[in-house]
């Protein structure tokens, strides 16, 4: 490869150029680490109210729901007792006729 020589005037000339892409890159940096840190903002957020709905939402629910059947299972039993006294009574009234 040949030496070439460059005069001080041709040098400033290509430090300026490599500082201007420098800056350039450097902006596109600045603007991606902005997206990124953005969109980790939107993650941790997401993250956040999963957590919240698995340690909250889903026991709250879960209770609300056997709760609701524990109900329904006392009902029934107490519906269950009424009808079998029903049938007793209405059997007792034919054996008595």
């Not at 709905?53 to 709250?60: D, K, R, W």
């Amino acid at each position: 490869m040949a030496e070439e020589n460059y005069t001080k005037r041709e040098l400033d000339d290509h430090f300026v150029i490599v500082n201007q892409k420098l800056d350039g890159i450097s902006t596109k940096v600045e603007k991606t680490n902005g997206r990124v840190k953005l969109l980790e903002i939107w993650r941790a957020g997401i993250v956040g109210a999963l957590g919240v709905i698995t340690a909250i939402v889903i026991p709250m629910l879960m209770y609300i729901y056997f709760d609701k059947l524990g109900q329904i299972q006392t009902e029934t039993a107490s519906l269950s007792d009424k009808v079998s006294a029903i049938q007793k009574i209405l059997s007792d009234a034919e054996i008595t006729k």
